[in-house]
Nanobody, 122 residues
């Protein structure tokens, strides 16, 4: 059974940095795109960044230039380094994998982590 577990959230002051991590556990052959989403209070979940299996990356406008998404395929982990954090960045950050290949279940789709809280104070 595949599970995603995020870590690295916390409380920081404006201008600070955080590095989030998301580890996918289970008997996994390969992972397609790995993504980070954010859900701010009272708002819909939105994409923050995506990294493909070849390392190609996409960022939403508000995070481009101050965030870096990376992945370690040997450990099935995706990271999000966020710098120059502002109060508007506050929210729950979720890891998402759209497609992965597993030993026992074959190809499976649409896995989410439980989320990690990021709070930025002014």
């Amino acid at each position: 059974q595949v599970q995603l577990v995020e870590s690295g959230g916390g409380s920081v002051q404006a201008g600070g940095s955080l590095r989030l991590a998301c580890h996918a556990s289970g008997t996994i052959y390969s992972i397609n795109d790995m993504e980070w989403f954010r859900q701010a209070p009272g708002r819909q979940r939105e994409l923050v960044a995506r990294i493909g299996s070849r390392g190609n990356t996409v960022y939403t406008n508000s995070f481009e230039g101050r965030s870096t998404i990376s992945r370690d395929d040997n450990n099935n982990t995706v990271y999000l380094q966020m710098n120059s954090l502002q109060p508007d960045d506050t929210g729950v950050y979720y890891c998402h994998i759209d497609r992965l290949s597993t030993v026992y279940q074959g190809i499976v789709y649409d896995y989410w982590g439980q989320g990690t809280q990021v709070t930025v104070s002014s």
